[in-house]
C-alpha cells in the first residue's frame, strides 16, 4: 500500500509542479508588455545575456564546423561524394545542431547566471522588497530577461551555424581541397531558405523560451539559501537541456516528417 | 559599461546576427537561385509519377526554371497532375512537351521541359498536352521479360497480334 501510494504521491508532486510552473508562465507572459515598454532594461538584458555568450558560442560553433566537415570527408569520399561535404554539414548545423547546441551551451552559460542571478535578489530579499514598493518584481525584473532571451537565443543559433559553415569551408577548400565553387552551389542548390533555415530559426526561438523560462522559474522558486540557489541552478541545466532535446525530437518529427 | 556602450554594444550583436542569417541565406542557401521570382503556373498530366515530389525542380536543357508546387490525383482520368511554377522571363511554345526525368543513375526526379515549335507561348494556367511518364524500373524489367518471352515465342510461331 505504501508503494502505490508513494507513486500517488509523486505524480501528484509532478502535476503540482507542472501546473505551477504553467500559472508562473501565464503570469509572466502577463507583464511583458510592461516590459516591452521600458525597453531599456530589456537592452541591458541582451547584453547580459546574448553579447556574453558570444564568444563560447562563436568558438563552438568554429571548432563543430571543423570536426563535422573532417569526419563528413572521412565517411563521404568512400562513396565519391566529398563534394557534398558541404551541403552534409550546412543540413547537420542549420537543421540540427545549431539550435540544439545553441541551446544546450545556452543553458549552461546564460541559464545558470540567470538563476543564480535571481536566486541571490530572492535570498537577498531585493524580491520581497520590490514587492514591499509596490513594484511587480515579474514585470522589472523577469520580464526584461525572458524577452532578452527570446531576443538572443534565435541570434546566436544562426551565427553558430554560419560560423560552423565557414568552419567547414575552410577545412574543406583550404585543407581537403574540394572546389569552393561547387562547396556552395550544391548547398545553394538543396538548402531550402524556408524549410530548412526558416525551421532552424523557429526551433532556435523555441528553445530560447524553454531555456529562459526554465532559468527565471528555477530562480524565482528557489529556496532563499545558499544550498537552494545551487541546487536551483542545477536543475535549470539539468530541466533546460533536456527539455531541449525533448522538444527538439517533436518539432523534428513535425517539421521534417516528409523528405 | 555605460549605457552607451551598452546599447552600442547590443546594436553590434544583432547586426552580426542579422549578418549570419542574410550569409546562410544568401550564401548557403538558395534565396537568390530562387527567392519570390515572377512565376507562372502550368500543369501537366502524367500516366505515372514516379518518385517525383513537390519542391522538385522544373528544368529545361538541365537549367533550373521553376519549381513543382503540387501534385495531386484527377480523379476522372487516374491521371497525376503535376502542377509547377516556372519563372516568367522563360516561355516556351504551347507545344512543348514535358517528361520527367531522373539526375544521375540514382539521383532525385525533375521535370524536363522540351520547347517545341509552334509561335504562340504557354499562357499562365495552361496544361501541357505532351507528355512522358516516369520510368519505373518494374515496368522496364517487367517489358523486358515480356519482350524476352515474346521473342522466344515468336519463334515457334506463337500467335501475333
Known amino acids: 500500500m505504501g508503494f502505490v501510494q508513494s507513486i500517488g504521491a509523486r505524480v501528484l508532486a509532478a502535476l503540482h509542479g507542472l501546473g505551477h510552473a504553467a500559472l508562473f508562465f501565464v503570469g509572466l507572459v502577463g507583464v511583458l508588455p510592461q516590459a516591452l515598454r521600458r525597453f531599456g532594461l530589456v537592452i541591458t538584458q541582451v547584453y547580459a545575456i546574448g553579447n556574453r555568450s558570444l564568444v563560447i558560442i562563436l568558438a563552438s560553433g568554429l571548432a563543430v564546423g571543423f570536426v563535422l566537415a573532417l569526419q563528413m570527408y572521412y565517411a563521404l569520399v568512400t562513396y565519391g561524394a566529398a563534394e557534398s561535404l558541404g551541403l552534409v554539414v550546412n543540413l547537420s548545423l542549420v537543421r540540427e545542431l545549431g539550435p540544439v547546441v545553441t541551446a544546450l551551451l545556452f543553458a549552461g552559460r546564460a541559464g545558470t547566471s540567470l538563476t543564480a542571478e535571481i536566486g541571490l535578489m530572492k535570498a537577498g530579499e531585493q524580491i520581497a522588497a520590490m514587492e514591499l514598493m509596490a513594484i511587480d518584481p515579474r514585470a522589472r525584473v523577469l520580464a526584461p530577461r525572458f524577452i532578452a532571451g527570446a531576443i538572443s537565443m534565435p541570434l546566436l543559433a544562426i551565427l553558430f551555424s554560419a560560423i560552423g559553415i565557414l568552419g567547414a569551408w575552410v577545412v574543406a577548400v583550404g585543407l581537403i581541397g574540394i572546389d569552393a565553387g561547387n562547396f556552395w552551389s550544391i548547398q545553394q542548390n538543396k538548402v531550402d531558405i524556408w524549410r530548412d533555415v526558416g525551421n532552424g530559426v523557429v526551433k532556435s526561438a523555441v528553445f530560447g523560451l524553454i531555456c529562459t523560462f526554465v532559468a527565471l522559474y528555477q530562480g524565482y522558486e528557489t529556496q532563499a539559501t545558499p544550498e537552494g540557489v545551487a541546487y536551483a541552478t542545477t536543475r535549470t541545466v539539468v530541466i533546460s537541456s533536456l527539455a531541449v532535446l525533448a522538444m527538439d525530437f517533436i518539432l523534428t518529427a513535425l517539421m521534417f516528417s516528409t523528405p | ?161
Open chain 2, 1 to 161: 559599461m555605460n549605457k552607451k556602450g551598452i546599447e552600442t554594444a547590443v546594436g553590434l550583436f544583432v547586426l552580426l546576427g542579422l549578418a549570419a542569417l542574410l550569409f546562410v541565406a544568401l550564401k548557403a542557401a538558395n534565396l537568390t537561385s530562387f527567392g519570390r521570382a515572377d512565376t507562372y503556373t502550368v500543369t501537366a498530366r502524367f500516366d505515372n509519377i514516379g518518385g517525383l515530389k513537390a519542391r522538385a525542380p522544373v528544368r529545361a536543357a538541365g537549367v533550373v526554371i521553376g519549381r513543382i508546387t503540387g501534385i495531386s490525383l484527377d480523379a476522372k482520368t487516374y491521371q497525376g497532375v503535376v502542377t509547377m511554377e516556372i519563372e516568367r522571363n522563360y516561355l516556351f511554345p504551347k507545344d512543348s512537351s514535358a517528361k520527367i526525368l531522373t539526375a544521375g543513375l540514382l539521383g532525385d526526379q525533375y521535370v524536363g521541359i522540351e520547347a517545341g515549335g509552334e509561335v504562340d507561348n504557354l499562357a499562365a494556367g495552361a496544361v501541357i498536352k505532351q507528355t512522358q511518364s516516369a520510368v519505373v524500373l518494374e515496368n522496364l524489367i517487367g517489358q523486358f521479360l515480356f519482350n524476352k518471352a515474346a521473342d522466344a515465342g515468336g519463334g515457334a510461331g506463337g500467335p501475333k497480334p
